[in-house]
């Protein structure tokens, strides 16, 4: 072969090795040499091959000799010094943890001054303890079709824009974050106005108490769909600003103001959207990074990507308060004359489990990370003939992730559990004193969040290995589950048994996802997470 055969060949030789490493079939190689433009005309010309195959099938036997058995493309380099250069140790992977968990609780800190402001002056942001049981139904119901309707869109609104996000395309990042806003908006005012035409013809609540309701749902659903955006922005704290200020704004104007409650919500709620909005607006204006001018999403093809996200978000969010729902309407609470109808002792019980969810759930995203930047790690770094150690090791790590989770638990449990019976406990802060019905409801609904949080960790990793369709079957599953068993215990004994329903259907949860997780470790070599 003349020189310059030879060294065209050993050009395109390197250029193959650094695009795949080592090549697993002949058909991949001609693959690639297709991509660099190269055309069988030219491989007489330039390599001396009558056409694209001969060359291919030229380079993938001398790239499958025992010399390069530990071939690697540029890819799998890049990684393999990413991983040596990363730290290791106990106190390492203590100080991220630490970071991780502080991070995404800081939203916290919200929770914190909506609490603080209820127990000092009677009011929050969309809350108010001279409300009548009539008044808290109205706000109740609003927060939750606000939370449930937007539940989906938010779902895919993280998964979305963080796709484009760490490609640093804030181009796509700034019209995926609107578009998707104004779908969720579209969505909630599609729902909202067929409910109110439906209460119209077929009154089950007053008009007004419908439309009210309406307006806290828009509202409280608006103000969530925005706040989505700021978790993959790495901007929770304007959470924390754009309800703080709204929220003493109100205290403010229940003191000094002739305006009633509910216009007092809806100046809180909207001034809280604005702040958002304005520091979204503001984020994108000043976010310098590539830009791609012509990149356009396609509908279907969004559609087609986010439907299993949109659907997961719609009914975790819907299995939050199918509990409530049916506890509210049983005829010891509702008595005929409304459908559904407020119980304080059950959201007092509810409130207090839910300061142990938000805690607990602060450690997913660390756990769900964790576990596939080792999965990764792992992988690199085993051949394929020691596949038998790999599982063993991935099963090791889960096992590591769960026991995480459970030692997270313990800390945030044991503090609940002074809240309910400590010096300085609800008692404390409360004329009113903490009852049977509302610990009993806080302790089976933290056993019910521990479980939640355990099948959302499990999702958290189906997703990744592309189940989320298994995921969702599972999470319809619970969702019936939830409503069988508490529909039946609430009619059959007490009405606040309905929590044994969110149990029965957490416990479900966390198994079957547990089970397919176990399913899917077994076969792990064919699963590359990304």
Same mark, same amino acid.
């Given at each position: ?46 390599? %001396? ?9 030229? @380079? ?24 040596? #250069? ?23 800190? $919200? ?45 895919? @609104? ?11 395309? /804030? ?36 008009? #007004?108490?419908?439309?009210?309701? +309406? @307006?806290? $749902? ?41 305006? %009633? ?12 959207? $604005? ?92 756990? +769900? ?6 999965? %990764? ?5 085993? #051949? ?38 400590? #010096? ?5 802060? /409360? ?44 999470? /319809? ?54």
């Amino acid at each position: 072969m003349p020189n310059n055969y030879i060294r065209n060949y050993t050009i395109i030789l390197k250029q193959v090795q650094h695009k795949i490493g080592k090549p697993v079939s002949v058909d991949v190689v001609i693959a690639i040499i297709e991509s660099f433009g190269i055309k069988d005309k030219d491989t007489a010309v330039y390599y %001396n091959f009558k056409d694209i195959k001969s060359l291919a099938i030229g @380079i993938f036997k001398e790239l499958s000799l025992d010399i390069y058995n530990d071939l690697k493309n540029e890819q799998e380099i890049q990684e393999e010094l990413n991983i040596k #250069k990363e730290k290791e140790g106990f106190f390492y992977e203590a100080s991220l943890f630490i970071k991780s968990y502080l991070s995404n609780t800081s939203y916290l800190l $919200a929770f914190v001054i909506q609490l603080i402001t209820i127990i000092l002056f009677g009011s929050s942001l969309y809350a108010f303890v001279g409300f009548n049981k009539l008044q808290s139904t109205t706000v109740i119901l609003g927060v939750i079709l606000g939370m449930v309707l937007s539940g989906g869109t938010i779902q895919v @609104i993280g998964n979305e824009i963080s796709k484009h996000y760490y490609l640093n395309d /804030f181009s796509m990042v700034r019209k995926m974050t609107f578009y998707l806003i104004k779908q969720g908006l579209f969505i909630l005012i599609s729902v909202l106005l067929f409910l109110n035409i439906l209460n119209y013809l077929i009154p089950f609540y007053p008009h #007004k108490m419908v439309l009210f309701t +309406s @307006i806290y $749902a828009f509202l409280i659903g608006f103000l969530f769909l925005v706040f989505a955006p700021l978790h993959v922005l790495k901007s929770r704290i304007i959470i924390f600003i754009s309800t703080t200020f709204p929220t003493f704004l109100g205290i403010y104007l229940i003191k000094e103001s002739k305006l %009633n409650i509910y216009q007092i919500h809806f100046i809180g709620l909207l001034l809280a959207i $604005a702040i958002v909005i304005i520091f979204i607006l503001i984020y994108f204006k000043f976010k310098k990074a590539k830009k791609s001018k012509n990149k356009k999403y396609r509908i279907g093809v969004l559609f087609y990507n986010n439907f299993y996200f949109f659907l997961y978000g719609l009914l975790i969010n819907l299995f939050f308060f199918i509990d409530r729902i049916i506890a509210w309407s049983s005829y010891k609470i509702s008595n005929f004359f409304f459908p559904v109808y407020y119980e304080k002792d059950y959201e007092i019980g509810m409130d207090l489990a839910i300061i142990f969810f938000l805690l607990l759930a602060g450690s997913i995203e660390y756990n +769900s990370t964790y576990f596939i930047r080792n999965l %990764n790690k792992k992988r690199k770094n085993t #051949k394929l003939t020691d596949i038998i150690s790999y599982k063993k090791n991935v099963h090791d790590l889960y096992l590591k992730n769960v026991l995480l989770l459970c030692s997270t638990a313990i800390p945030i449990f044991i503090l609940v559990q002074y809240i309910i019976y400590g #010096k300085w406990g609800y008692n404390y802060f /409360f004329s009113e004193p903490i009852k049977y019905t509302n610990i009993k409801v806080a302790q089976i609904g933290m056993l019910a969040y521990f479980f939640i949080c355990w099948g959302i960790l499990n999702t958290s990793y189906l997703t990744v290995l592309k189940r989320q369709k298994k995921a969702l079957e599972i999470l /319809f599953m619970a969702c019936v589950s939830n409503i069988i068993f508490g529909f039946t215990l609430s009619r059959l004994f007490s009405y606040e048994d309905s929590v044994y329903g969110l149990l029965a259907g957490a416990i479900l949860f966390a198994g079957l996802t547990l089970k397919e997780n176990i399913n899917i470790l077994k076969n792990i070599d064919y699963h590359t997470p990304y």
